[in-house]
Nanobody, 129 residues
């Protein structure tokens, strides 16, 4: 059974840091592209960072570039998102997502929600000013 389980969400003040983790099971993790999405109340779910199956290719939403880092540990089937200098607008439910697609002509396609087949249940991040 395919599962993605996120953890690490918390409430922190603006300027703080958080590290999110996602443990995956039930599929061949090393052949899947992975991503982190977030959804703020009343807003669409948006991609914030994505990474290729081998970890070589990464891409980020413009507003998080230089503050967020996505990484993966293929030996242990884990995905990470290090978030620094957090801002109130980073508040939302953060989701881990996986896709069996390996063809992305442009990096921006890696952040498109429709490209992802599998989703976790999310972990909540709240940033106060």
């Amino acid at each position: 059974q395919l599962q993605l389980v996120e953890s690490g969400g918390d409430s922190v003040q603006s300027g703080g840091s958080l590290s999110l983790s996602c443990v995956v099971s039930g599929f061949t993790y090393t052949t899947y592209y992975m991503a982190w999405f977030r959804q703020a109340p009343g807003k669409e779910r948006e991609g914030v960072g994505a990474i290729s199956d081998d970890g070589v290719r990464t891409t980020y939403k413009d507003s998080v570039k230089g503050r967020f880092t996505i990484s993966r540990d293929n030996a242990n089937n884990m995905l990470f998102l290090q978030m620094n200098n957090l801002k109130p607008e980073d508040t939302g439910m953060y989701y881990c997502a996986a896709t069996s697609s390996q063809y992305f002509r442009h990096d921006r396609e890696m952040l498109e929600r429709v490209r992802y087949n599998y989703w976790g249940n999310g972990t909540l991040v709240t940033i106060s000013s």
